[in-house]
């Protein structure tokens, strides 16, 4: 019986930081807004010339000697962000981490990438195609914001976390025990880029088009139910009541959100890790940062019942339970 076990995670966050203050310098807004609002008090962003690609291979080197090994099967990225439209941009950190050969993709699922991610990952190794997998979640947010629009300039970040999973056996520390997704395109419309791509190639006649564009309200509330749903599901096939959740890590969006869905579900406040007011809305980058973040405080160890939630573009959601 082969199960995927997480052995190592490390993160990457870009060195500088614009906090609440500095946008209120440029937009109409105030720290105290988007702090009770949204969690948020500061933001990491890359220079110009930094990649998604840049923080996803550093956050990989530091998972892969979190876990001790020097390379993997496979590589994985999870992003909405890649370097360029062609080539995908995890064979690119494959080879600067030393692993030309390995195959290499990446996996679009905005702000569900990295419960798709996992969910691909341990699937690869659970089957016996393969002994590890290196998933990086990155994103570079900021380079595709408006910097002029209040709704969404306030919320992103930059950053990158990345995990190693690895061949192990039942009960083994870091396994992945369930997960599951979903998907309703038929309201994609609510989180998108929507230029860029074939349908709207660049140059667009509409500027906005290249921005990231979000019905805030519409998808606060579809994002606690659906996350709370989706929880809860999880949780039950794996048979732990909302007690015995050690970690809830939930995507990184809104503080708000996040202490909605665990009212809901009945988590104790102290079990949910909330990580937003040092980086912001990481998108598919959010959970590893916040699981990093977290086991680096000594908030998840050894053994813990950790349940990871997603809901972002798409529209995408999952959940997934393990064993840290
Ligand atoms: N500063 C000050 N005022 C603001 C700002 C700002 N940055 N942004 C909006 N406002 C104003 C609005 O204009 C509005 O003013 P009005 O009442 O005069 O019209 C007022 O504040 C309230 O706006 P709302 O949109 O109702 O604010 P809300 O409390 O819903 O917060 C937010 C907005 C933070 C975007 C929230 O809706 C949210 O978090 N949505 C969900 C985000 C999410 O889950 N994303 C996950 C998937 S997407 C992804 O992560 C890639």
Redesign the pocket.
Known sequence: DIRAVVTGIGSCLPPDVVSNDDLSQV????HD??LS??GIAQRHVVRPGTSTGDLGTAAGAAALESAGRRRCDLVLLVTTTPDQPCPATAPQIAARLGMVGVPAFDLSA??SGFVYGLTVASAMISSGGYDSVLLVGAETYSTIIDPTD??TA??FGDGAAAVVLERGTPGAPGEVLHAELGSDGSRSEL?TVPGGGSRAPHPAADEASRYFQ?A??E??SR?VETMRRSARDVAEAVGWSMDQIDAFVG?Q??AR?LRAVGKRLGIPADRIVCHLAEVG?T?AASIPLALAWAAAQGRISAGDRVLLTA???GLTWGSVALRW
């Open positions: 937009l109409d807004t105030s807004w988007i609002r949204t905005v702000c209040r709704n306030v919320l989180i979000m805030g309200k998808v606060f994002a995507h969006a809104n959100i809305n998108a809901f972002g573009g």
